[in-house]
């Protein structure tokens, strides 16, 4: 494949006469869509059972080394997990994962249920589920093609879930700790895996699919390296991809524990709490104006829209009332979900699809690690400068993303991939 083809598949289609919308609900979307939909739920559940079962037990210095264990983990073996996805199948890789978190989240629930958990009982399954989780999503973006027609549609859909599950999650997780046992959480989590991987093993695929057979005969080392070629050939991704990276280390990692410092110092922990909430609202909404809008230049919307991204940190930073922190939230939350949507409609559409998972493994390496580096230095870097003006660089480093996306002319020129 040339350097060129990306572009090639992004020529606008002729004007013709008006054709209805795709069907999206199909029984293989339907399927698909409840197995990520109930999985997200029980990941968005994991993060508050973790900060309450293992603090309760270990501290925060606990929490801060499982919680390390599982995205250390992660990001040391995602680029293998696109390589193997590519090779065995998105689906069957999924499945697999989704089993072994099902074996890592049923083993905690029981030590739980039996006890106080050793510490590094808890580390190694954190470990194993991030493993898991290497090996899981790469396939993510692969699949979107193949069990629906319309891949924007679909983005757009899967988000609002996604939405609803961080809305839902914690608060869940939280009462049911609150009122049960720790491990009763494991145990729903646990199941939730079990649901996925059930109704992704359900899938039955076109047989002349990326996803249908096993590719053998390619080093591991081949692989990778032409995942690499295809992700540096195409500028407009390792650009977004490079941005990101600084956008993670200074707004999206030290965002949380500064914010929820501030916040819950000056107006209380309800406080932050509501605004999470609203930002999961402006989550939901923002998925639900993308099932709707289908600009001709979708990276270059999206990173308009991420300028709204700005009055998040700026809100926290200049110590807002409530009302205003609350806006702020919800106008970030849609902003992200714009151009989350944009983002991965456009990355389906534009790379071929026997190297998604590949390259989806590339992109998603440099995000995490950005924003893993970003949790790491926010400690650090307030010895440097205080919160409040931490919270305006962040502010100011979200307007000059938008800024340097926009100015990118592979970004900025992109065009929508037409319907297929």
Not at 129 to 151: C, K
Not at 155 to 175: E, F, I, S
Not at 340 to 353: C, E, G
Not at 369 to 389: D, E, N, R
Request: net charge positive; glycine share 10%.
């Amino acid at each position: 494949m040339t350097t060129k083809q990306p572009e090639l598949r992004a020529r606008a289609v002729p004007a013709g006469p008006p054709t209805s919308p795709t069907p999206l609900w199909d029984r293989r979307f339907g399927l698909y869509f409840t197995a990520r939909a109930i999985s997200l739920l029980g990941d968005a559940m994991m993060p508050v059972a973790a900060a309450l079962a293992v603090g309760a037990l270990y501290g925060v210095t606990g929490v801060g080394l499982v919680l390390g264990a599982w995205t250390g983990t992660f990001v040391l073996l995602v680029l293998f997990g696109g390589v193997l996805s590519d090779r065995f199948g998105a689906r069957r890789m999924m499945v697999g994962a989704d089993l072994v978190r099902v074996a890592t989240q049923g083993v905690l629930a029981a030590a739980f249920f039996a006890g106080r958990p050793p510490f590094w009982l808890l580390v190694s399954m954190a470990a194993a589920a991030g493993a898991a989780v290497a090996m899981f999503l790469p396939g993510v973006n692969g699949m979107v093609p193949l069990v629906a027609r319309d891949p924007h549609r679909a983005n757009a859909t899967l988000k609002v879930a996604d939405a609803l599950a961080h809305l839902l999650g914690p608060a869940l997780a939280g009462l049911l700790i609150a009122v049960t046992d720790p491990g009763t959480v494991y145990a729903i989590d646990a199941a939730t895996f079990l649901v996925s991987a059930l109704c992704l093993a359900l899938l039955r695929l076109a047989p002349k699919t990326a996803d249908s057979a096993p590719r053998t005969g390619s080093s591991l080392r081949r692989d990778l390296r032409r995942g690499w070629r295809e992700f540096r050939a195409r500028t407009w991704m390792w650009a977004v991809v490079l941005i990101w990276v600084v956008h993670g280390v200074l707004v999206f990692g030290p965002l949380v524990p500064l914010a929820s410092a501030l916040i819950g110092d000056r107006l209380g922990p309800n406080a932050y709490g509501l605004a999470v909430s609203f930002l999961g609202a402006g989550t939901v909404l923002g998925g639900l104006l993308a099932l709707r809008l289908r600009p001709a230049r979708p990276l270059a919307a999206g990173a308009t829209a991420m300028l709204l991204y700005t009055a998040l940190p700026l809100s926290v930073a200049l110590d807002a009332g409530l009302p205003v922190l609350l806006t702020a939230h919800a106008l970030a939350g849609g902003a992200l979900a714009f151009w989350s949507v944009m983002w991965a409609t456009s990355v389906q559409t534009h790379t071929p699809p026997e190297v998604l998972n590949r390259v989806s493994a590339y992109e998603l390496a440099g995000s995490v690690s950005g924003i893993s580096a970003g949790q790491l230095l926010a400690g650090p870097a307030t010895t440097l400068a205080t919160p409040h003006h931490f919270l305006l660089l962040s502010a100011a480093t979200c307007v000059a993303a938008s800024v340097a996306l926009l100015a990118v002319p592979a970004i900025r020129t992109l065009r929508r991939a037409p319907s297929t």
